[in-house]
């Protein structure tokens, strides 16, 4: 069965990075659509980044020029790379496999001082 396993997350002050990781298991996820999510206490979950299988990449407005998704077929994970981070980044990742539905269970990522 397709397993996705979200790692990387923890406290960080403003300004400083992070690198989220999402190993998949039972999929080969370079064949496939990625995407990170996240979603802050209270609120919805809203699209952060999408990594396409041919490598095309794209990001939400509110996290272009900080954050980057890439993958690593050998290890069968993407990345999301965040960078400058912010108080609003603060939330829950998940990344997911579009075309299957599939998600992971999520890594907490909070930036405060």
């Known amino acids: 069965q397709v397993q996705l396993v979200e790692s990387g997350g923890g406290l960080v002050q403003p300004g400083g990075s992070l690198r989220l990781s999402c190993a998949a298991s039972g999929v080969i996820f370079s064949r496939y659509t990625m995407g990170w999510y996240r979603q802050a206490p209270g609120k919805e979950r809203e699209w952060v980044a999408t990594l396409l299988m041919v490598g095309t990449t794209a990001y939400a407005d509110s996290v272009k020029g900080r954050f980057t998704i890439s993958g690593d077929n050998a290890k069968n994970t993407v990345y999301l790379q965040m960078n400058n981070l912010e108080p609003e980044d603060t939330a829950v990742y998940y990344c997911?496999?579009?075309?299957?539905?599939?998600w992971g269970q999520g890594t907490l990522v909070t930036v405060s001082s």
């Open positions: 997911k496999i579009y075309s299957l539905d599939a």
